[in-house]
T-cell receptor, first 116, second 114 residues
Framework: DTEVTQTPKHLVMGMTNKKSLKCEQH?????MYWYKQKAKKPPELMFV???????INESVPSRFSPECPNSSLLNLHLHALQPEDSALYLC???????????????FGPGTRLTVL | AQSVAQPEDQVNVAEGNPLTVKCTYS??????LFWYVQYPNRGLQFLLK??????LVKGSYGFEAEFNKSQTSFHLKKPSALVSDSALYFC????????????FGTGTQLKVEL
């Protein structure tokens, strides 16, 4: 089973709202990722967690706050977003973090976020 | 810095014909190479990867790709296209020693017509 689940599927929020995106996997993967994807564009890496510790932050604005409560869960907390933050937010996981041989990343279906 | 090029924004092919989606890379050494497919309003699905060994890699749904070191290419191929193959395809690369950070190409929209 190579399933990564994400909730909610769709989210509409105002610029003053606080919301959270959730990602879950039960494949025993120890690396988890957040990506942002605009329409017809490649995904852009935002954050990487390896063994529940933040290992990469791609200079993402502080209005995006990641959290990894345990090895199966990854959250992305959103606060005071801008309309340009509207995008598809993808979660991915892989067996392990930076090792000699990189492992395949498996993606969830994404959360379609609209910021009004 | 590493980069991945997908020179065609869109590829059109008739159902039943062979298809090729091109990918070239600019990475020092022998990188790790991946292909992903994305259907509308969905996440990315892994198709195949090249790590080492045989240059011809077979993947999901009848797709295959050939690693060509001299041409720094990793083109995706399928002998007989299906309408259901119509989707957005991404090539991606991780350089040796580059951890697990994927660098994606710009994507190629494949349209298979009857």
């Amino acid at each position: 089973d190579t399933e990564v689940t994400q909730t909610p599927k769709h989210l509409v929020m105002g610029m003053t709202n606080k919301k959270s995106l959730k990602c879950e996997q039960h494949m025993g993967h120890r690396a988890m990722y957040w990506y942002k994807q605009k329409a017809k564009k490649p995904p852009e890496l935002m954050f990487v967690y390896s063994y529940e510790k933040l290992s990469i932050n791609e200079s993402v604005p502080s209005r995006f706050s990641p959290e990894c409560p345990n090895s199966s869960l990854l959250n992305l907390h959103l606060h005071a977003l801008q309309p340009e933050d509207s995008a598809l937010y993808l979660c991915a996981s892989s067996l392990a973090g930076p090792l000699l041989v990189p492992d395949t990343q498996y993606f969830g279906p994404g959360t379609r976020l609209t910021v009004l | 810095a590493q980069s991945v090029a997908q020179p065609e924004d869109q590829v059109n092919v008739a159902e039943g014909n062979p298809l090729t989606v091109k990918c070239t890379y600019s990475v020092s050494g022998n990188p790790y190479l991946f292909w992903y497919v994305q259907y509308p309003n969905r996440g990315l699905q892994f198709l195949l990867k090249y790590i080492t060994g045989d240059n011809l890699v077979k993947g999901s749904y009848g797709f295959e790709a050939e690693f060509n070191k001299s041409q720094t290419s990793f083109h995706l191929k399928k002998p007989s296209a299906l309408v259901s193959d119509s989707a957005l395809y991404f090539c991606a690369v991780i350089p040796r020693g580059g951890g697990n950070k994927l660098t994606f190409g710009t994507g190629t929209q494949l349209k298979v017509e009857l």
